[in-house]
């Protein structure tokens, strides 16, 4: 209500206040009660051996298991059905894992807010989306310490390996409109003083706009930036085709799509730090993150995560293979063996520079969407919010066809005119004046490669 009815009306010396009394609640959120304890163990754990580690995820695996086989009805059904008892459970290996079933992410989207819940949840707990990038986005259940487990995570395995805090000033590009609708004009970016965080808007990224997101940077003396990787890029690429100078950051960590190694170099010339890649999502059932020295490791505490080939045996060093997770974090909606929907290819030299007895990832593939132009410029990506809490999306797709003319193509069994003016509407928040047709379709075709894009753009942006 406050978001929608009343912070678009406010000045915004007031939006900034409310940004930071949000920035309050959510700091209380993440960094209260067990974050300290929780971070410090992380940190300890760096330094188990691949014995030890073996023994941490077998007791986590059996730990998990037991829980969901006397809380959860969907895993009492599905582990009942597999042959297992709490007996079998107490004595389960990770050899066991390959004979309970995978979980589909329509199952989840379908049962995630009934019998994938545990009757015995922690308090606090919230539904968050996911990013939906082929389809509906997922809900996923987060308490007060689950939110404080990944905060630890983050900080543990992200910030402090890149050499920054959170305490350290912050430039975020995420899915937030921190801007009001429609809204054109700067600054394009809000203040939460709470965490020394400056909140760039992901939506209005341009060659006209660039000067003022690099006032932003500088008027807030920024040590950092965070957040959608292919957003930090158009950002940083429009900044050195201006010819203008970004100050220098102590190093940029993208999220949320891949990183390619051209993205990776010029994010790094003109911020003048390292860049750092890493792969999570909301759903947080398995962590990968950049160490001191570049290498991407897979954090074993975070979750089991099985790495397999399209015949369903495991990848060896060298081969890609679907990322199968089985998250130790969240236990009032335990996700196990789910298919999360994205690729990676270990390392073939599995040695670690630092030490730390963690798979190494060679390549996190993920998917690569398009960028979808505006008519003034502005460059963007992540149309998830599209398709929000619409229950009759199964998959949904963005086409440009041109500069003010789109296509979005829904798999459904029928769309209600309610839902499609939503559809609209939020197309229209996102890109402004727009031609826009919705085509309902029984299932929508993937390309020549045989892969999905949730984005198609035919239209190419104009160089200089």
């Not at 009934?114 to 987060?142: A, N, Q, W």
């Not at 599995?350 to 190494?360: A, D, K, M, N, Y």
């Amino acid at each position: 209500m406050f978001q929608q009815h009343i912070y678009p009306h406010l000045p915004v010396f007031l939006q900034n206040v409310a940004v930071s009394a949000y920035g309050l609640m959510w700091n209380r959120r993440r960094f209260g009660g067990i974050f300290n304890k929780t971070y410090n163990e992380f940190v300890e754990r760096e330094v188990l051996s691949p014995g030890q580690w073996q023994a941490y995820q077998t007791q986590q695996l059996r730990n998990l298991l037991l829980h969901s086989y006397n809380s959860v009805p969907y895993y009492t059904s599905l582990l009942q059905r597999a042959g297992f008892t709490p007996g079998k459970l107490k004595r389960f290996e990770t050899d066991d894992v390959p004979q309970i079933p995978a979980l589909e992410k329509d199952t989840l989207r379908q049962l995630g807010k009934s019998e994938l819940l545990s009757f015995k949840r922690e308090p606090g707990g919230s539904f968050y989306s996911s990013s939906g990038s082929t389809g509906t986005p997922t809900s996923i259940l987060y308490s007060y310490q689950m939110h404080q487990r990944l905060a630890a995570l983050y900080e543990a395995r992200i910030r402090k390996w890149a050499g920054v805090s959170r305490f350290d000033s912050r430039g975020m590009i995420g899915g937030r409109r921190v801007l009001p609708d429609g809204m054109a004009r700067p600054p394009y970016f809000r203040y939460n003083i709470v965490e020394k965080q400056v909140y760039f808007s992901a939506y209005h990224i341009s060659p006209a706009t660039v000067k003022n997101y690099l006032y932003g940077m500088q008027k807030y003396k920024i040590d950092y930036m965070v957040g959608y990787a292919m957003s930090n890029y158009i950002l940083a690429r429009f900044i050195k085709e201006a010819g203008l100078e970004a100050p220098a950051m102590k190093a940029v960590l993208t999220s949320s799509e891949k990183l390619t190694p051209h993205m990776r170099e010029l994010i790094s010339e003109v911020y003048q730090c390292k860049t750092y890649d890493g792969w999570s999502g909301v759903e947080w059932c398995g962590l990968i993150s950049e160490n001191e020295f570049g290498q991407l490791l897979l954090s074993p505490d975070s979750a089991y995560v099985e790495i397999l080939k399209p015949d369903g045996t495991p990848a060896k060093p060298g081969e890609e293979g679907e990322l199968v997770c089985t998250g130790f974090l969240n236990y009032d909606q335990p996700l196990i063996r789910y298919r999360i929907g994205d690729v990676v290819r270990l390392a073939a030299d599995q040695t670690t520079r630092c030490g730390r007895s963690f798979p190494v990832i060679e390549e996190i593939i993920g998917r690569t969407e398009d960028v979808v132009v505006g008519k003034d410029g502005r460059e963007m990506v992540r149309f998830h919010g599209i398709f929000v809490n619409l229950e009759n999306v199964v998959k949904g797709q963005i086409v440009q066809e041109d500069l003010d003319r789109f296509v979005v193509n829904v798999q459904t069994n029928g769309l209600t005119e309610e839902e499609k003016s939503l559809i609209a509407k939020r197309m229209q928040t996102q890109l402004g004046s727009i031609s826009l047709s919705i085509n309902e379709m029984s299932n929508i075709p993937v390309g020549n490669n045989g892969k999905f894009k949730a984005v198609i753009s035919k239209v190419h942006r104009k160089t200089a």
